[in-house]
Each structure stands twice: as C-alpha cells, then as structure tokens.
C-alpha cells in the first residue's frame, strides 16, 4: 500500500473522527443555548464540523484516486 493511501486513510479516520466530536459538541447544553439565543453553533463546533468535514474529503480523494502510476 502507498504511503499516500496511508495519508488518506489516516485523514478520513481523523475526519470522522473530528466530525464526532462536533456532533457531541453540538449536543452539549451550552451550544444549545447559545444556538437557541443566536440561531447559530459555537465557532469550536462549526470548526470540528468545518474541519472534519474537509479532512473527510481529502481522505477519501487520497484514498480512492492517491497516485496513479
């Protein structure tokens, strides 16, 4: 297996795993009250989702495609 492959296996474990922690986040009563207040998450939530979600993307472009030889 490439190292590439590794590389994108590696970021779409970290996505998911990034992306888990939003959704806890998310969940948790002060994000709640402050989406109730704003209509909005909290910037650390919408980073754990902004950042899962790309690395879940990139991770899996790496992983399906990595370099063709």
């Known amino acids: 297996m490439s190292p590439v492959r590794i590389l ?3 970021l ?3 996505g998911i795993i990034a992306l888990y922690f939003g959704w806890q986040a998310s ?4 994000d709640q009250a402050h989406e109730a207040m704003t209509g ?3 910037d ?3 980073w754990y989702f902004i950042g899962g979600g790309v690395a879940v993307v990139a991770g899996l472009l790496l992983t399906l495609f990595g370099v063709r030889r």
């Not at 969940?27 to 002060?30: L, T």
Request: aromatic letters at 12%; glycine letters at 6%.
């Open 12 to 14: 779409l474990i970290a």
């Open 8 to 10: 994108g296996i590696a």
């Open 27 to 30: 969940e948790a009563f002060v």
């Open 44 to 46: 650390e939530t919408m």
């Open 40 to 42: 909005r998450f909290t």
